[in-house]
């Protein structure tokens, strides 16, 4: 399943789809630099004979993992949400679906204060529209305590969720029902038990979709996605809110040659500032990681690039206070597309890049250091599994 929330990443699928019925081209590593990458401990797949799709994960307080998307081989209908639990070495403990009739998939989950875990994407089998946002809270063994939707009568679609310091939770996504344009930024803040506190949009007359959103150290949020510009090329789009949602400003970042750039994710610094990664330029895009101060201006910018397709999903600053940065490339690797992790110094420079995939596709999705100082890695792959395409979980050693 590679149903994504973005015209641009359904592209990049589209294409990167098209590598895979290509003849294997053989290893092509990545540029190294000038430290070597931390060794695999072990990877494991999650799947059944259909397609899944691992679209977010996250260590949880036990030390296993968790991982959420989508699944055609189990559930009630076409799609469901499937959650799978692993210990710490990647060995399933239990899994869980959640569905309808119709099609649900998970875009992000999240281990709650209470050892629970709140999962949020997308139903068309509830709700009152094409697709509602959906919020399912499990308790630490996945079971659901409850859900709710968030919707109009056209396509809404949510993609990130985290809880936030009064217990509650806030959600980002995408909507055509409420707001000024054909999509709009959609920020949806909720009470520990789901229900709506306030809900804002933000946007202009043509399109925007939000990717993640954080809390912010003062109790505000950042989003990041994309801004179409004039109905032309697309941008990066940057919001802070105060804590009731109330923009405070937004930043736009545009490719310097003026083709495409997308946001995929933002994290707040140590210093305060915001780190941004995403994909730029139309043809073959590379990866690219925007470093801001607190208040959104750009301090620098680093692209890194193949030949081919490489693009940034997700960014965390390490322990050291580097910056990681996982993505999809088709530029190196073994298959038609791969994992891509980059290890940055402070100011972005290149230490270390690593591929994992094997010769169809492969596409990343989560990452995170783990408390041992290591990462986990997580997506989903065509090259390994059961099925038509797996849930895939990988943990690297820590660095040297």
Not at 150 to 167: C, H, I, K, L, M
Not at 362 to 375: H, I, K, R
Request: net charge negative; aromatic share 12%; glycine share 16%.
């Amino acid at each position: 399943m590679k149903k994504r929330l973005s015209l641009a990443i359904l592209a990049l699928l589209m294409l990167s789809l098209v590598a895979v019925g290509c003849p294997a081209l053989g290893i092509r590593p990545a540029p190294e630099g000038p430290h070597p990458a931390p060794l695999k401990e072990w990877s494991e797949t999650f799947g059944g004979p259909g397609g899944e799709g691992g679209y977010s994960g996250a260590q949880t307080a036990c030390g296993g993992f968790i991982i959420a998307g989508g699944t055609t081989s189990f559930g009630a209908g076409w799609a469901d949400f499937w959650l799978v639990k692993t210990d710490s070495q990647g060995n399933k403990k239990w899994s869980r679906t959640f569905g309808g009739p119709y099609s649900e998939w998970a875009e992000s989950i999240q281990q709650t204060a209470c050892g629970g875990f709140i999962i949020a994407g997308t139903t068309h089998s509830f709700g009152d529209g094409e697709g509602d946002f959906w919020l399912v809270k499990s308790d630490p063994q996945g079971n659901k305590e409850w859900s709710r939707t968030f919707g109009g009568p056209e396509r809404d679609e949510a993609v990130s969720v985290r809880q936030t310091a009064d217990g509650g939770f806030i959600i980002v996504g995408r909507t055509r029902s409420f707001g000024a344009g054909s999509d709009d930024f959609w920020l949806i803040k909720t009470d520990s038990q789901g229900n709506k506190e306030w809900s804002r949009t933000f946007g202009a007359p043509y399109c925007e979709i939000g990717h993640w959103v954080e809390q912010t150290v003062c109790g505000g949020f950042i989003v990041v996605g994309n801004r179409n510009m004039r109905g032309a090329t697309w941008n990066i789009w940057l919001v802070k809110t105060d804590p009731q949602g109330n923009k405070e400003w937004s930043r736009t970042f545009p490719d310097r040659d003026w083709e495409l750039a997308i946001g995929s994710s933002v994290q707040q610094t140590a210093c305060g500032g915001f780190i941004i990664a995403g994909h730029t330029g139309k043809l073959e895009p590379d990866m690219l990681l925007i470093k801001t101060d607190a208040e959104g201006n750009e301090q620098w910018r680093r692209r890194f690039h193949g030949p081919e397709w490489d693009t940034g999903t997700r960014v965390q600053q390490t322990l050291c206070r580097g910056f990681i940065i996982l993505g999809h490339t088709t530029s190196f690797g073994r298959g038609g597309s791969d994992f891509w992790l980059i290890k940055t110094d402070p100011q972005g420079n290149k230490e270390w890049s690593e591929t994992f995939g094997g010769v169809r596709g492969d596409w990343p999705s989560c990452l995170q250091q783990t408390a041992c100082g290591g990462f986990i890695l997580a997506g989903t792959t065509e090259s390994f599994g059961a099925g038509e395409s797996d849930f895939w979980l990988i943990k690297l050693a820590p660095e040297e």
